[in-house]
């Protein structure tokens, strides 16, 4: 492949891979379950024990039919960097409306993702969700424990879990001095370089 075609290849998953971020927006709200799960990698783990989509239909209906009258996913920031042609890691915002029951519930959280191309096709190989907040629309979550859904105790939502940064920016008030600057991540480190080599936090999915 010439360095030309490279390039091309490059822009060409790059959209292929903002396209499947949209598409599980829209798959997963107008719950056609099928096209939702065609959009990860056929043997897609599901849990320590289940992996395939069906396993995935099966947790999706579930956690669809009994949690939600109805959802509407809107995708954001969206920050791609690639490991080699085939595989990609990114980071997307996603600003999440619920029905449930008599309560309307509003999400901002975002999406670790990993994915992968197979026989040509981009899929996810990993989503993982991080939240900052979940209330009624009319109860700001001001305050800790922000994830509060109808009918549980609050707890908390990992959003900034990946990022060091966070608590690195809490912990460091500024000095008299003039602070030091990195120098700037090379391209396509951006996110490696602000996850610091942290480990993933466990998500409370459900």
Known sequence: MTDLEARIDRLESTDAIRQLVSKYSLSLDMRDLDAHVGLFAPDIRVSR???GRGHLKRWLDDTL???FT???HHVGNHVI???DADHAHGVVY???EHETGPEWVIMQMLYWDNYERIDGVWYFRRRLPC???ATDLNKPPIGDMKMRWPGRE???GSFHALWPSWKDFWANPPKEDEPEVAAPAP????LNRMRRGAPDPRIRVR
């Open 70 to 72: 109805g959802t509407s």
């Open 49 to 51: 024990e289940k992996v």
């Open 187 to 190: 391209i396509g480190e951006f």
């Open 154 to 156: 609050p707890y908390e």
């Open 65 to 67: 039919r009994l949690q």
């Open 94 to 96: 996603s600003k999440n």
């Open 81 to 83: 960097e690639f490991d």
């Open 131 to 133: 939240y900052w907040y």
